[in-house]
């Protein structure tokens, strides 16, 4: 046992720096999870929530302007996609010409999907304001534009949340058209 004034024996700085950068580089890994866990294009859109979940999406559920809906993917065999909670979906709806134009190809109808993890440290996203049409995270604040593609509108977060691209389905069901465009969880680009 080391003394006052004394470094614990095989105890030094680097060793300290070392052990921290090993044990994020493995912690980045858990973030990801497996990738059969995250929507992948041709999954629907089911509601995740509330009496109604399990029901499809579809842009009659979904009014201009409405509340944020925490949506669910499943698989064309029936087998919903949430072993990992960033495979946690957030759809809002906002008038079609208030979509940005890089974002368009996207949405559906104004209907945009994002990942509902905060990219600052991992909180979910859970605020929508009708007014400014931000989301927000209660956690430190951080609020994002979803008709910008995520884009940050107030930090401490600096990266946008990653955006779901959407398809059209059969009687106006929404299908996913694409993995997430960045990556979900705490760190995202």
């Not at 995740?48 to 065999?77: M, R």
């Not at 989301?135 to 779901?164: M, T």
């Amino acid at each position: 046992m080391a003394r006052e004034g004394q470094r614990a024996p095989g105890l030094d700085r680097r060793s300290v720096v070392m052990g921290a950068v090993a044990c994020c580089a493995a912690g980045g890994a858990a973030f990801a999870g497996p990738e059969d866990t995250l929507p992948q294009k041709g999954d629907r859109l089911v509601l995740a929530d509330g009496a109604k979940a399990g029901q499809a999406v579809t842009l009659d559920g979904l009014p201009v302007g409405g509340e944020l809906i925490e949506a669910v993917a499943v698989d064309p065999q029936g087998v919903r996609r949430e072993g990992s909670r960033f495979s946690k979906i957030i759809l809002v709806r906002v008038a079609p010409d208030q979509v940005a134009e890089d974002q368009r190809a996207h949405a559906v109808e104004g209907v945009v999907a994002l990942s509902g993890v905060c990219t600052h440290q991992g909180c979910t996203i859970s605020g929508w304001n009708h007014e400014t049409k931000r989301l927000s995270c209660f956690c430190h604040h951080s609020e994002f534009l979803p008709a910008e593609g995520g884009r940050v509108a107030k930090g401490p977060a600096r990266k946008r949340l990653p955006v779901l691209p959407l398809a059209r389905g059969e009687g106006g069901a929404l299908m996913v058209a694409g993995g997430f465009i960045g990556k979900p969880g705490p760190g995202a680009a």
